[in-house]
């Protein structure tokens, strides 16, 4: 879901690009791992074309994927710190959904702050009339409280528009509304 590029600086000076994609969260010593390896596979590319470039320490970030990595993105970012943070977010997210939702939408730090509150309540609907419509009939004690031929001429998206929305900050994705608590 998140990966990022991890490249040669060594290989790269002299005109190769050797890099390997890493997907995050990934564990610390499993990261350490990859950037040796692309390391060694830039060394040994030189070796073979006769670069003579000898020291292969030093590495960067040639490209980012997942949703909200763009905001983060520079070529000396930290990857650990990032691993660390999409780590904790990981874990703390009850899926997948809510969490790629939270990160395309909001800074990462924030995203981890409503997850570690519980600060958001899930809703899974398509629009905004849909979310009023359902707050509506949840705070009404049935169903039957407003009739049927009234219900039909409420404007749902009204109440989204001028009510609901100042009250709470939504977040949205295919089929998902988060509704972000400010407890």
Known sequence: MFKVAITDMAAYNEGNLIYHWVEL??????LREEIDSVLKEGFEFCQEEGNGCYQHEEWFVTDVEGPGMRQYYHQYMDVFKLNSLLEDMVYL??????????????????????LENEDYIIHYVDS??????QFVEETMSTRDDIPRWISNHIDYKAIYDRELRFDSDFVWDDGICIEILHG
């Open 93 to 114: 997210a009850p899926n997948n959904e809510v969490l790629e939702t939270l990160t395309a939408n909001l800074k990462y730090k924030d995203a981890l702050n409503v």
């Open 128 to 133: 905004e009339a849909e979310l009023a419509r």
């Open 25 to 30: 969260p990934i564990d610390e010593e499993d």
